[in-house]
């Protein structure tokens, strides 16, 4: 039985190189969990919230299960001075520059206090959004991040990070574009267009389902002979996907694991390609739903397709990926044999 654990945790020794082999798969389990909560959170189905509290929760009791004082684990020995990853040299050197733990706790404080001030006295929707929520979350991680900083530098920097590139790549644009009443530029709408609406009503045609497009509305025929028009928004463009794949990807690179410039090129151009196609399946997926079912059904899966079949293929690529890099890592370590 040992050696199926092994076998299950052997590509993530990179990663969990200290424990047991359960306690290893525990830890894993738990990010994974984390990762799904914290996800389906970010996408912001108000059918799937509880889902993803739910799963954060369960995530951080198998880590506190599954942890072990720094007391208790042999100390591995000291080879030389030990640099400091990239990402966490840069959140020390902007902590240094504030020289104040207070100041970095009030500003998470204050973002906090404007988003819930915004939403209560100045937005047309009082209730709480997706962007609302990530704004929240990196407020919150900004409050709490100078007291757990200490003991926790290294998940600290990565979820610092993680919400600050979220909210710097998908909230602030889309509160810029909101503002300006032009909203989309023409590069934005030739993408919506002819990367999205063109190839989404061709594939629900060879799959014998009648759509058209014009400009960024797909217009699909439904089985009973209803005629739907369908507005692809940012949601349905992709943004979300790609803004925390990247964020995920740059945070794990500076953080986790330097890459070689054309690996890192060759992974990143992967994963957004395979981003790119898994929004694109999601739409031909609620299209196809919404033939047969009906708009009802086509609102369901709008609702639920994405953050399922984001996890489904960022999980396959993480995995693929830490066992990769581990495997590396282990062929380099081995000596070479003399000629």
């Not at 047991?20 to 919230?49: C, D, H, N």
């Not at 694991?257 to 898994?278: H, N, T």
Request: with cysteine.
């Amino acid at each position: 039985m040992a050696g199926v654990w092994s076998k299950l945790v052997d590509p993530f020794d990179r990663a969990f190189p200290l424990g047991t082999p359960r306690r290893k798969l525990l830890q894993i389990v738990a990010i994974i969990l984390l990762f799904e909560g914290v996800t389906v959170m970010l996408f912001f189905s108000y059918t799937t919230l509880i889902l993803g509290v739910a799963s954060i929760f369960v995530g951080m009791f198998l880590l506190a299960l599954g942890y072990k004082p720094g007391s208790l684990i042999a100390p591995e020995p000291l080879v030389g001075q030990k640099i400091d990853p990239p990402g966490i040299r840069l959140v020390d050197a902007i902590v240094r520059e504030v020289n104040n733990d207070y100041i970095i706790m009030v500003a998470g404080a204050a973002l906090i206090g404007l988003v819930i001030i915004w939403n209560r006295f100045y937005s047309a929707n009082s209730g709480l959004g997706d962007l609302d929520t990530l704004a929240i979350m990196f407020g919150g991680m900004l409050l709490i991040f100078p007291i757990i900083m200490d003991k926790f530098k290294v998940e600290a920097t990565f979820s610092l990070l993680f919400l600050g590139l979220v909210v710097l790549l998908l909230v602030i644009p889309q509160v810029v574009m909101s503002l300006n009443t032009g909203a989309g530029t023409s590069a934005g709408n030739w993408y919506v267009e002819y990367m999205l609406a063109a190839p989404f009503a061709s594939i629900l045609n060879l799959v014998g389902v009648p759509a058209s497009w014009n400009g960024n509305m797909v217009t699909i025929e439904f089985q009973d002979g209803t005629i739907q028009p369908l507005g692809i928004s940012a949601y349905c463009a992709g943004m979300y996907s790609f803004s925390i794949f990247l964020a995920a990807f740059i945070s794990f690179v500076l953080v986790f694991e330097r890459l070689k410039p054309k690996l890192l090129i060759l992974v990143l151009s992967l994963g957004l390609v395979i981003a790119f196609l898994g929004n694109l399946f999601r739409m031909v997926i609620i299209g196809i739903v919404g033939y047969y079912r009906g708009l009802d059904a086509l609102l369901w899966a709008h609702e639920n397709a994405g953050w399922i079949i984001f996890l489904s293929w960022s999980a396959v690529f993480w995995y693929l990926l830490l066992g990769y890099i581990s495997k590396k890592s282990v062929s380099m370590a081995k000596p070479v044999p003399p000629e």
